[in-house]
């Protein structure tokens, strides 16, 4: 099982970027697949979650700009960050929890490359 994330960049303060991620291998099913984003000197939080029964969570600094959707048939989650702002540059990672293969394996937070979004003032 592996995890391909795409989709940083440099983007001015005010813009846009979408990042992705998919999930690869023989993969019956994903529960939960969320972004993380780590700062130079700072811990890595959450940035939004989606569960498989269609529940999201959101930091607090990123409601109403961020959205995540997934593609389950895909296994692929999305991230549509608007009105970005300096203090959203980060390495951003996908995650997911509880992924469960055809052939019987379990695999509980699986981390993705990570991928650089700069957002310049």
Known sequence: VQLQASG???VQAGGSLRLSCAA?????????????RQAPGKERELVAASTSGGSTV???SVKGRFTIS???AKYTVYLQMNTLKPEDTAVYYCNVDRLSTYDGRSYYSLWGQGT???VSS
């Open 116 to 118: 650089q979004v700069t």
């Open 24 to 36: 690869s291998g023989s993969i019956f099913s994903i529960n939960v697949m969320g972004w993380y």
């Open 58 to 60: 959101y930091a607090d």
């Open 8 to 10: 940083g960049g440099l």
């Open 70 to 72: 997934r593609d389950n």
